[in-house]
């Protein structure tokens, strides 16, 4: 049931007083009879009739009956004040009273007029008015006389529900509600500038995906780390030198691996809340996990328009807190890392950071299609056995396809370099000429030799290896491609002779079938030797590239250790926090998405445009977590998605790849998967475009103006905005013109883009109008939104709240006079849980401390303490100038 409540002449204890009071809602269950305190209002100021903005609802799971009684408190706050974090509240015992929950939804109109007495009984202090609510009822018709007056509170009408139905409404799906949980939402209706009444319903729900994403992730690692060190160890006999890196190397990495084992146990083990708190960032076993990733959504239904959906995923800033920022973040630490690999001197062979991401490329594509030729060729040789001609043709094709693949993903000019370099780490390895690889100048000298290996004293007593043929490894992936020529001639020669021996028994079908049954066991024999020299020439192929290619990262994880394996938990960790807000975002955005071809269209055709609001200051720990944000959100580039059809119950989405390409397979049931374009539903992988802009706005970053350096995120805007245009243009490009809402037709993208463009070259403080143009071409391009801050709370609270009443002024008519009221009606929190049970309700004082629980931001905000105060001025006070200029 959801309830809301006003009073009526409240006595105060001066006549002079003006109160500023608040409701406190308790229940008393009748078996146990004890009290347990449930929820309260918002404070109301000055009046002794208070109509309150915020009812309390009791979710369907939670134990209430009709034998059930309701207590209500009535408080009176004073001393009131607002110059630190922790605000000190004063407050008083007015009155208090008791229904029977039974009474309530029995009475005739469904409200209960009660009288508020003292604690002794006695005396009494006004009444409360208190009301049962249907959720989603709202009244019709125009609204009476509207005021700008403080007094009146009939501005707002604010509810508060728990159930899962206010989620999702209609669309409360199965696969939904896998991902998303524990949803709260408030109910608005603000009047619109021709007096009519505008609703709101304002929700926020945590993600089941803060969890479900980091521990597959860490287990696709674990797999990664344990083939990579294999392949490491598959390396062969290598001469003193190597073999010593190679052990050290292996050992620094089954370190790493083991402590991977461990944080994804410790994950297992975890049964708490569905999301990682800000107070738990700095924790070790939690450091993968995102901070405070929720999904925060505004339904707006408009008396003249039609209904509009705003959502916005909120989170932490993805960093690794736990690591800390001493030496930076991730942007400063890995080009540190580079420059210093380049000057590693003799121990180990330099490669680009292109060539040693190539190498993990070819790895991958090697353990991805040598099972999948395998397959195929074994069912070649399974129709050859069946003779079944459409079979056969049907198997060749696959197999034709993978080889092709296969034969195509070495040739590269590193694979050749890698086996020459891996040939000069052989024990007695004797080159004649200088062992620099061929076409090295085109390649741009990614192999370079500072007192090449190959120098080092090798033992005499190891036999000499003849002098190393280049034009070897040619030859042998070439074999893959005439083995597979073979094959193919072999079967158009076998159903040429099927044929023509259909043809000839036409005239006497006994002898046909005599022919047939003879030809069945040619044609498995004849093929039989072609298929095993076909895998034969590729596992000769796998051998080698397998080794050159684990030679490459060898040189890779020699030339930095431990700093590179470092560098890489960084990485998997900030990654980790990016993937799950990523995921979450498209799978709220597909569900929101699926009626709409338009937005269907782009998906396969463009992609996705992932736009990240960053709140970090460019001081002292946060611009470290900048850098790491930084580069986790570009890292998301690397992510591709693929939308299935579900096969069970278990709607949660699948990740496969490995650190360099990651697809994320997202599970529809069946009803849904049919209303996706073809293109889709055959499993074509679609693209993200990430983007990230950054304006720091808290006092350090005044510092950091001041007295610091700001360049970390004048680069960063300017970097992601060539990355904005470029998905732009290809929008441009590949849409039709028509494909955006009817309400988005008449803004002008280019103008904005331009307006964003001037912003940034402009360099001013604080200048916030960077975000709101952000913010403003992502919903116009159809884009996820993300807000970002240290912690997602305070300022990720002020900016999702103002972007909300910002929408509603601009996009719904929302009243001129009543913007503040709304924003500050939707920045209202709610003292739940603030009074304990030994306060003395007479002369109690409530400390409101700084709350780590979802429940207090940003649907239910923090109150504005000081510094807030000032961050909000500006906010507002910018985007209502660039408003009307």
Not at 182 to 210: G, H, V
Not at 311 to 323: E, K, L, M
Not at 514 to 539: N, R, S
Not at 591 to 597: A, E, F, P, R, W
Request: charged fraction near 25%; charge should be negative; proline fraction near 4%.
């Amino acid at each position: 049931i959801s309830v809301e409540f006003s009073c009526k002449g409240l006595v105060a204890a001066t006549r002079d007083r003006k109160l500023n009071t608040f409701i406190q809602v308790s229940v008393v269950h009748p078996a146990e009879h004890i009290l347990t305190r449930y929820s309260s209002t918002e404070i109301v100021e000055g009046t002794r009739d208070p109509l309150f903005l915020t009812g309390v609802t009791f979710p369907p799971e939670y134990p209430i009956y009709e034998e059930t009684k309701i207590k209500l408190t009535v408080y009176d706050v004073k001393d009131k004040s607002q110059g630190t974090v922790s605000i000190l509240l004063h407050f008083f015992f007015l009155g208090c009273t008791t229904f029977r929950v039974g009474d309530l939804v029995k009475s005739k109109e469904q409200q209960l007029t009660l009288t508020l007495r003292t604690s002794d009984g006695g005396k009494t202090v006004g009444t409360i008015e208190v009301n049962l609510v249907k959720m989603g009822e709202f009244e019709d018709g125009e609204m009476g006389h509207i005021t700008t007056d403080a007094q009146d509170q009939k501005c707002a009408l604010v509810r508060e529900c728990t159930t899962p139905e206010g989620l999702s409404g209609k669309d409360n799906l199965p696969s939904l509600n896998a991902v998303l949980k524990n949803p709260i939402c408030k109910l608005y209706r603000f009047p619109t500038s021709d007096n009519k009444w505008m609703r709101i319903r304002e929700q926020m729900a945590e993600t089941t995906l803060s969890f479900h994403v980091p521990k597959e992730l860490i287990n696709l690692h674990i797999k990664e780390d344990m083939r990579r060190n294999q392949e490491l160890k598959d390396l062969g006999e290598l001469a003193p030198h190597w073999d010593n890196m190679r052990k050290s190397v292996i050992a620094h990495c089954d370190q790493m691996l083991s402590m991977y084992q461990d944080t994804l146990a410790e994950l297992g083990k975890h049964t708490g809340s569905s999301f990682k708190s800000s107070c738990s960032k700095g924790e070790k076993t939690l450091e993968f996990i995102p901070i405070n990733l929720h999904l925060q959504r505004m339904h707006v239904h408009s008396p003249r328009l039609k209904d509009a959906l705003y959502d916005v995923i909120t989170v932490g800033a993805p960093a690794a807190h736990f690591q800390g920022f001493k030496n930076g973040g991730l942007r400063k630490l890995l080009s540190k890392f580079e420059a210093e690999r380049r000057n590693t001197g003799y121990q180990c062979i330099y490669y680009s950071p292109e060539n040693t991401a190539k190498a993990k490329e070819v790895l991958s594509n090697i353990n991805h299609l040598q099972p999948l030729i395998s397959s195929h060729a074994d069912l070649l040789l399974n129709s050859a056995s069946q003779h079944s001609p459409d079979s056969l043709k049907n198997s060749l094709k696959m197999l034709s396809e993978k080889t092709e693949l296969f034969v195509h993903a070495f040739k590269d000019q590193l694979v050749r370099s890698a086996l020459l370099a891996l040939y000069t780490a052989r024990p007695g390895c004797v080159i004649k000429k200088p062992a620099v690889p061929r076409n090295s100048a085109e390649e741009g000298d990614d192999l370079k030799h500072q007192d090449h290996p190959s120098q080092i004293k090798r033992q005499d007593s190891i036999p000499h290896h003849s002098e190393y043929d280049e034009e070897e490894w040619d030859r042998v992936w070439a074999n893959v491609g005439k083995s597979l020529n073979c094959v193919i001639a072999m079967v158009d020669r076998l159903l040429e002779k099927d044929s023509s021996k259909i043809k000839e028994g036409e005239n006497d079908p006994s002898a046909a079938d005599c022919k047939v049954l003879h030809a069945g066991g040619d044609w498995y024999e004849q093929l039989y030797p072609l298929v095993i020299t076909l895998k034969d020439c590729m596992g000769e192929v796998v051998t080698r590239a397998k080794q050159s290619m684990a030679f490459v990262l060898l040189q890779e994880l020699a030339c930095g250790l431990p700093q590179c394996l470092m560098l890489t938990l960084r990485r998997d960790i900030v990654f980790s926090q990016a993937l799950a807000g990523l995921v979450c975002g498209f799978i709220i955005k597909l569900h929101t998405s699926l009626h709409d071809q338009g937005f269907l269209q782009q998906l396969h055709t463009v992609g996705l445009l992932v736009q990240y609001e960053g709140l970090l200051s460019t001081y002292s720990e946060e611009a470290g977590m900048l850098e790491d944000m930084a580069v986790g959100i570009s890292d998301l580039q690397k992510v591709m998605f693929k939308v299935i059809e579900a096969k069970s119950e278990d709607f949660l989405p699948i990740i496969t790849g490995r650190r360099e390409h990651y697809v994320i397979e997202v599970q529809l049931p069946a009803k849904m998967f049919e209303l996706l374009p073809q293109e889709i539903k055959e499993g074509k992988l679609l693209r993200m475009y990430p983007v990230l802009f950054n304006v720091g706005i808290n006092e350090q970053q005044t510092l950091a103006e001041r007295f610091g350096d700001t360049t970390l995120q004048e680069n960063i805007n300017q970097e992601n905005l060539e990355l904005l245009k470029e998905y732009y243009n290809l929008f441009t490009e590949k849409m039709p013109p028509d494909c955006l809402p009817h309400f988005q037709e008449q803004n002008d993208l280019k103008g904005l883009l331009e307006n964003l463009h001037q912003n940034i070259q402009a360099k001013r403080r604080k200048n916030v109008e960077i975000m709101w143009l952000a913010a403003t071409i992502c919903r116009k391009l159809n884009g996820v939104r993300f807000t970002c801050c240290k912690s997602a709370k305070d300022r990720t609270s002020m900016s999702v709240t103002l972007e909300q009443c910002s929408i509603l002024r601009d996009e719904h008519q929302l009243h001129k006079d009543f913007f503040i009221r709304a924003l500050d009606c939707m920045r209202s929190r709610q003292t739940q849980g603030a009074l304990n049970e030994s306060d003395d309700p007479e002369t109690g004082c409530l400390t409101d401390n700084k709350p780590t629980s979802r429940h207090f931001y940003p649907v239910a905000l923090l109150l504005v303490s000081s510094h807030l105060l000032v961050v909000w001025l500006i906010l507002s006070l910018a985007l209502l100038l660039a408003k009307y200029q």
